[in-house]
């Protein structure tokens, strides 16, 4: 693919570097920067790397611009309507949609590596009885390097897919596990004969003392959930297992590097904030002068579910999300004030100029929590059902990652503002 030339001027010297240009399949080119200091002696400057490619990939596809969202080269809402979320995690992690047999046999891979080892369901005894569950999440999925060493050559393809399979098919037990502890209730053992959905609502809801029956109807909105949670690009926790798994560390570890990233209240923590949000302002009437306030810079309130720091337009998730949670709530007769809330956020959202201008559009995480909490998930188990979707994209871009021959480990550098070179004096001087 022919792409333009770019050359740097250094001032100093008047000479120019010519900046190889690293054309994609869709969107803009990447300048290769990588012999900027070592030509010029000055580095490149861009905090939060917003600018910056860190590496390249052919997994997901976005245009904030334009709201585009592919998973190798599909819409997303093509895939949350017509596929399951298995369909799309082999999709993510192979390259292609399965086939009749190759869903089958990937299916049946999963749901054989869905229990965990009974030494690592006693690791939960020593969490405090109110510990969140994302912290349980992050040191259990980490613990997982003590339980399988032996099948972690990062540069065995058979190891690698062995991974893969055991952590997609792990992650909903370790959530469920952390709910059942964090409420006080005992472990529910996976169901082998439920589909991925399914099984992990069994985990969380079933009880020994009586029978459980998952709704079919809260199984395909949390397909769909996670369906449009799998994979987005090098955000914050993606970057963060790409970062940690670059240092060729036990996989499991950079997945459980991942979880802590998204933690964040920035990144996935930020459907519970929308929650949050929503019971503050209490009632449809307190919306405007809420929404005034959040327009008053001085004021300090922030409007939760809205904007994105890739999409300048609609987050093309929210539009699946948002008609899913209607049927949601209307399917399981869920009479929810804090819809009313919202879609009275979002109407003046999109009709005031301020939030107009700002584009500050209702975001994925604006109606997502809506939905979890109509399916009885509590707002501390949202973030946790955000990592059990992602797990596939963390999963396939470390395997994208350690397949390339070239791979680097990554090494940012900085620009120092601290005190200059000085000398230590004796302390009865100082």
């Known amino acids: ?131 969140h569950p994302m912290a349980m999440l992050t040191g259990v999925v980490g613990s997982l390097s003590a339980f399988y060493h032996d099948t972690t050559n990062n540069k065995d393809p058979r190891h690698r897919e062995i991974f ?56 395909k909105a949390l397909d769909i959930l996670f369906t449009l949670h799998a994979d987005h690009e090098q955000n914050a926790s993606t970057s963060t297992v790409r970062m940690a798994g670059s240092t060729g560390t036990n996989p499991y570890a950079a997945i459980a590097a991942g979880i802590a990233a998204l933690w964040g209240p920035s990144h996935g923590g930020a459907n519970e904030a929308v929650l949050t949000m929503l019971d503050e302002i209490g009632d449809v009437k307190n919306v405007q002068g809420f929404m005034d306030k959040v327009k008053d810079k001085n004021s300090g309130v922030r409007l939760m579910g809205f904007g994105h720091r ?25 009479d929810d004030p804090k819809l009313e809330l919202a879609m009275k956020l979002e109407e003046i959202a999109l009709s005031d100029d301020y939030f107009k201008a700002r584009k500050l559009y209702p975001n994925v995480d604006f109606y997502s929590g809506i ?33 390339d021959p070239a791979m680097r480990i990554a090494r940012p550098r900085q620009v120092y503002t601290g005190a200059a070179e000085r000398t230590v004096s004796p302390i009865a001087q100082r």
């Open 371 to 403: 939905i979890y909490k109509a399916l009885g998930i509590p707002v501390n188990m949202f973030t946790p059902m955000f990592a059990v979707a992602r797990t596939v994209g963390w999963v396939a871009h470390w395997i994208e990652m350690v397949s």
């Open 1 to 131: 693919m022919s792409t333009p030339s770019y050359s740097l001027l250094n001032n100093a010297t008047g000479e120019k570097l010519d900046l190889p240009a690293i054309g994609g399949t869709l969107g803009p080119v990447g300048l290769d920067v990588g012999k900027v200091y070592d030509k010029t002696g000055v580095f490149t400057y861009d905090p939060g790397f917003s600018s910056t490619c860190s590496t390249k990939s052919a997994i997901t596809y976005i245009d904030g611009d334009q709201g585009i969202l592919l998973y190798r080269g599909y819409p997303v809402a093509q895939l949350a309507e017509h596929c399951s979320f298995l369909e799309v995690a082999y999709l993510i992690l192979n390259g292609e949609l399965p086939k009749g047999q190759e869903l089958q046999n990937f299916d049946s891979s999963i749901r054989k590596h869905t229990m965990i080892n009974e030494n690592l369901n006693r690791f939960f005894e020593g969490f405090n009885y109110d510990a």
């Open 310 to 334: 890739v999409y300048k337009n609609f987050d093309p998730r929210a539009t699946i999300i948002r008609e899913q949670c209607h049927k949601v709530l209307q399917a399981l007769k869920v």
């Open 164 to 219: 893969a399979h055991r952590m997609i098919a792990k992650i909903p037990t370790i959530a469920a596990a952390a709910y059942k502890k964090y409420y006080g209730q005992p472990f529910m053992y996976p169901q082998n004969h439920l589909d991925y959905c399914s099984n992990l609502l069994h985990m969380m809801f079933a009880v020994p003392a009586e029978p459980y029956h998952v709704n079919p109807i809260a199984a």
